[in-house]
């Protein structure tokens, strides 16, 4: 046998492997719900225990991101950060927003709610389904994309470490002073990895520190609809 048959053979190999590794990976989509709250906000302690209440559904990825524009009113947000911020202010435009609020669900990008009153949070995941872009997986500290469509040529691939579980904030100042708050998967960091441009991909999957779940989000631009979504 020839050294390039033997190429293409290996190479039909890893191919297949692949197509499985993300097929197992596309046959369980996620509804993505993510959270824009803050401990200095009298108004999101019960939307803070409505993500709590679907966090653990089958098929849904919920992640809290505290923001940083109400620290002024007394308290700082131990977990708020600027880049949360913007996210959050990235989403408003094609929401139809003037601006950003507290609190806020975003259920894949494209749909949101305040989610303080009771089901709101339900009600918009049911409406809203799961993701349908790409397969998406990752394994072997790495993120492997299937090829599919990229809306405008290219999306953003996110690197989201959060920590699983509910976390208690006791809130000393502000306008929840005296309330001891619960906090579903807190996100800790945010960082771009890359873009997808519909090609099938892989990216190198940085370990996680410090004890931190990991979720990767393939993003159209912008604060865009999230294509694909996958967790450790």
């Not at 308290?75 to 929401?95: C, H, M, N």
């Not at 139809?96 to 894949?108: A, I, R, S």
């Not at 994309?145 to 470490?161: K, N």
């Not at 976390?167 to 997808?196: C, D, F, I, M, Q």
Request: glycine letters at 12%; aromatic letters at 6%; hydrophobic letters at 45%.
């Amino acid at each position: 046998m020839s050294r390039s048959c033997t190429f293409i053979k290996v190479s039909s190999l890893s191919a297949i492997a692949l197509a499985a590794s993300l097929g197992a990976a596309a046959a369980q989509p996620l509804s993505v719900v993510e959270l824009f709250t803050s401990q200095g906000c009298s108004s999101c302690p019960p939307a803070n225990a409505n993500l709590i209440k679907v966090k653990d559904q089958p098929g849904v990825l919920a992640l809290s991101f505290n923001v940083t524009y109400w620290d002024y009113l007394g308290w700082k947000d131990i977990f708020g950060k600027q880049e949360f911020t913007q996210r959050q202010v990235s989403y408003e435009p094609a929401l139809g927003h003037d601006g950003p609020f507290t609190p806020q669900v975003v259920v894949n990008g494209h749909a949101d709610v305040v989610g303080a009153a009771p089901g709101e949070i339900e009600k918009l995941i049911a409406a809203s389904g799961r993701t349908s872009g790409p397969a998406l997986s990752l394994d072997d500290g790495k993120i492997s994309i299937g090829a599919g469509a990229a809306p405008g040529g290219h999306a953003d691939v996110w690197l989201v470490r959060y920590a699983k579980g509910v976390v208690e904030v006791p809130v000393a100042r502000g306008e929840n002073t005296g309330r001891t708050l619960p906090h579903a998967n807190v996100v800790h960091a945010l960082k771009k990895l890359g873009s997808w441009t519909g090609a099938a991909a892989t990216y190198p999957l940085p370990a996680a520190a410090g004890g931190l779940s990991t979720a990767v989000l393939v993003q159209s631009p912008g604060g865009g609809p999230i294509l694909a979504a996958a967790t450790d």
